[in-house]
């Protein structure tokens, strides 16, 4: 009897290994990050999000779409705990206050689409992260 469990515990430590720790499979503990994208006081009606690891912090990149000015990572594709940088391109309505063209930039205005760079720190216990960035701080694309 007692090598049966010994046995049995050994198994489950064997493909609990293989499988992975996180849901996602990669073995990695993913936090189901959501919050609200706004460009001034105008949410952000589409668009996409990045979650980079910032150097040292390991782990894959995040991606999420922006809908309705919100965005929704999940416990098996959100980002890891710790430093991120935080990418994010938006398209705005024509409500909206467009970035005033860069330098190199392509595209631009109220229909263009526009990039905004700034750095997280994802936290397990802190899962809601609104992201509020001014229009002068965008790169038109």
């Not at 009897?1 to 046995?7: D, F, H």
């Not at 970035?99 to 936290?123: L, N």
């Amino acid at each position: 009897m007692q090598r049966s469990v010994l046995s049995a515990i050994a198994v489950f430590f064997v493909v609990g290994s293989l499988l992975g720790c996180g849901p996602g499979g990669d073995g990695l503990v993913r936090v189901p990050v959501r919050g609200e994208v706004r460009v001034g006081t105008i949410p952000a009606t589409e668009g996409h999000v990045r979650f980079v690891p910032a150097q040292g912090n390991p782990g894959p990149v995040a991606a999420a779409s922006i809908r309705d000015g919100r965005y929704v990572f999940t416990t098996s594709e959100g980002p890891t705990a710790g430093p991120h940088d935080v990418i994010v391109e938006v398209r705005l309505t024509a409500a909206a206050p467009a970035a005033p063209a860069q330098s190199g930039a392509k595209g631009g205005g109220p229909s263009g689409a526009q990039t905004f760079k700034t750095t997280v720190v994802v936290d397990p216990d802190k899962t809601e992260v609104d992201l509020q960035f001014e229009p002068a701080n965008a790169s038109a694309s």
